[in-house]
């Protein structure tokens, strides 16, 4: 446990900065000499493909939540289509497409723990068999403040067969694709 003394001058706006230390039985003097002892508690944040530690003053810190894993279906893959073919109180999206000449798939960004690797494909699957051309299938990431991402994380997102497809169409923002193809002259975005 990580204890930051915060003396009282420093309360006041004026002072030296906290200073960080083990505190330990005979160092009573040294804390003497501060108004107050902080407790920290070491709390491990994900980020990217990693994990970050922050300190968090135990007083800020009611819990923390993480995520249950709950056991998932044996074959992914297989139960994705087996939903596109057999959706509730709806036809397949094979027959939904046909005849359709434009699609766009929205996905969460990598911020986001979606399952988009193993759901897009078989959706490009189903569009392609239904007619779809390549070229008119536009996959837009939803990023709202997020940066835009990497081409190795569009591959990750989309799965490796779809972002290989020649002709479909990978954007992080729907800015990008409205201004680039959708605008004619004149028209304020």
Known sequence: MVYYLVPVAMKMGIGRRPCSFNLCSGHNDVAAEYDEVIKMAKVELKYINSYVTVDVPDRNLLAVLNPEDFPGVSDPLQEVKNALM????????????????????????????????????????????????????????????????????????????????????????????????????????
């Open 86 to 189: 057999n959706p509730i109180e709806s036809l397949p999206l094979k027959e939904l497409a046909k005849g359709k000449k434009n699609v766009v798939i929205l996905a969460s960004d990598i911020t986001r723990p979606s399952p988009s690797h193993i759901l897009i494909p078989p959706i490009v699957e189903e569009l392609i068999e239904a007619g779809v051309n390549c070229e008119n299938i536009l996959v837009i990431f939803g990023l709202g403040y997020h940066r835009k991402h990497t081409e190795e994380e569009k591959k990750q997102l989309v799965g490796e067969s779809v972002y290989n497809l020649a002709n479909v169409s990978i954007f992080c923002s729907v800015c990008e694709r409205f201004l680039t193809h959708f605008c004619s002259p004149g028209i304020i975005v």
